[in-house]
């Protein structure tokens, strides 16, 4: 079983490449939650989430720590299920690890996880299953077994609709790539157009590097749809609508659009917040976005 600990978490931050926003995150997430006796016994580092697991719990107990270790010890001493097992033959120390899966800012660095294997997070748990083969080649980029270069996008808005809303977006070649990138958008604050630039920025800094055949892995099925469904019936119509209207977003698109054109571009829809590393980055990156902008 892997087991992890708080200095792990600021190995994951420095992997974004990113060090100006390192105590920004490391200050808003250094409480950790243990709770021992509850819903979903584990450590969690936020109250909004240890509270849903002891609310209303006949018996919970839980307390907060300033390290996973103090964490740890504290679910080690009293949880039920770990004397039990305890009693049972069974290693404490693989019974603490198991709680630490549930902070989400402490996963396992992905990066380094067997071409067998895969995360999965049902619940804030992480399981191992089968991963399809992801070769990396000699520059240093993530490549398919067709010879697309993988990169993942990500865009961010905070108070989305609101008029004090800020975005950014986030680019993500790999683990401390040079080519990724985080930026705050310019000019309206929405999480669509952080959407689209991230892909436009993706394709521009993949022609720069040289890379003929890109693979876009975005989370925004809004993206998905304007690409497969919308694009080809609106450049067709001049870029209008079915009802004769300009599309939101109109210059973003086309912008976009150009970009991709210079590529080889194909686009994968991935599941957004399940374990998948490279999601995990792009979306860590684009959040870090949002707090740089005014």
Same mark, same amino acid.
Request: aromatic share 8%.
């Given at each position: 079983?892997?087991?992890?600990?708080?200095?792990?978490?600021?190995?994951?931050?420095?992997?974004?490449?990113?060090?100006? =926003?390192?105590?920004?995150?490391?200050?808003?997430?250094?409480?950790?939650?243990?709770?021992?006796?509850?819903?979903?016994?584990?450590?969690?580092y936020n109250w909004s989430?240890?509270?849903?697991?002891?609310? /209303?719990?006949?018996?919970?107990?839980?307390?907060?720590?300033?390290?996973?270790?103090?964490?740890?010890?504290?679910?080690? !001493?009293?949880?039920?299920?770990?004397?039990?097992?305890?009693?049972q033959g069974s290693s404490?120390?693989? @019974?603490?690890?198991?709680?630490?899966?549930?902070? #989400?800012?402490? @996963?396992?660095?992905?990066?380094?996880?067997?071409?067998?294997?895969?995360?999965?997070?049902?619940?804030?748990?992480?399981?191992?299953i089968d991963l399809p083969?992801?070769?990396?080649?000699?520059?240093?980029?993530?490549?398919?077994?067709?010879?697309?270069?993988?990169?993942?996008?990500?865009?961010?808005? @905070?108070?989305?609709?609101?008029?004090?809303?800020?975005?950014?977006?986030?680019?993500?070649?790999?683990?401390?790539? #040079?080519?990724?990138?985080?930026?705050?958008?310019?000019?309206?604050?929405?999480?669509?157009?952080? =959407?689209?630039?991230?892909?436009?920025?993706?394709?521009?800094?993949? =022609?720069?590097?040289?890379?003929?055949? !890109? $693979?876009?892995?975005?989370?925004?099925?809004? !993206?998905?749809?304007?690409?497969?469904?919308?694009?080809?019936?609106?450049?067709?119509?001049?870029?209008?609508?079915?009802?004769? =209207?300009?599309?939101?977003?109109?210059?973003?698109?086309?912008?976009?659009?150009?970009?991709?054109? /210079?590529?080889?571009?194909?686009?994968?829809?991935? $599941?957004?917040?399940?374990?998948?590393?490279?999601?995990?980055?792009?979306? $860590?990156?684009?959040?870090?976005?949002?707090?740089?902008?005014?």
């Amino acid at each position: 079983m892997y087991k992890l600990y708080s200095s792990q978490l600021h190995k994951q931050l420095n992997l974004l490449k990113c060090p100006i =926003e390192l105590n920004i995150i490391s200050n808003s997430i250094m409480s950790f939650y243990a709770v021992a006796k509850g819903r979903n016994p584990g450590i969690y580092y936020n109250w909004s989430d240890c509270e849903v697991q002891i609310k /209303k719990f006949s018996g919970a107990r839980y307390k907060k720590f300033s390290t996973a270790k103090e964490a740890e010890n504290f679910i080690n !001493l009293n949880s039920e299920k770990t004397k039990n097992d305890t009693q049972q033959g069974s290693s404490s120390s693989k @019974k603490v690890s198991k709680y630490c899966q549930n902070i #989400p800012s402490l @996963k396992r660095d992905f990066s380094k996880i067997s071409p067998e294997e895969k995360i999965n997070v049902s619940s804030k748990r992480i399981k191992i299953i089968d991963l399809p083969k992801q070769n990396k080649n000699v520059d240093g980029f993530l490549e398919d077994e067709n010879g697309y270069i993988e990169v993942y996008t990500d865009g961010a808005c @905070k108070f989305n609709g609101r008029g004090n809303a800020k975005a950014g977006f986030g680019v993500w070649f790999g683990d401390n790539h #040079p080519l990724n990138v985080v930026q705050a958008l310019d000019g309206k604050a929405t999480n669509n157009r952080a =959407e689209i630039k991230a892909v436009t920025m993706a394709a521009e800094q993949a =022609e720069k590097a040289g890379i003929k055949k !890109l $693979r876009v892995n975005t989370d925004s099925q809004f !993206l998905i749809d304007c690409i497969t469904k919308w694009m080809p019936n609106w450049k067709k119509n001049g870029w209008v609508t079915s009802k004769n =209207e300009t599309p939101k977003n109109k210059t973003e698109l086309i912008e976009m659009d150009e970009a991709c054109a /210079k590529l080889d571009v194909k686009f994968n829809h991935v $599941r957004g917040h399940c374990g998948i590393h490279g999601n995990e980055m792009a979306d $860590r990156l684009a959040n870090l976005a949002c707090e740089r902008s005014s």
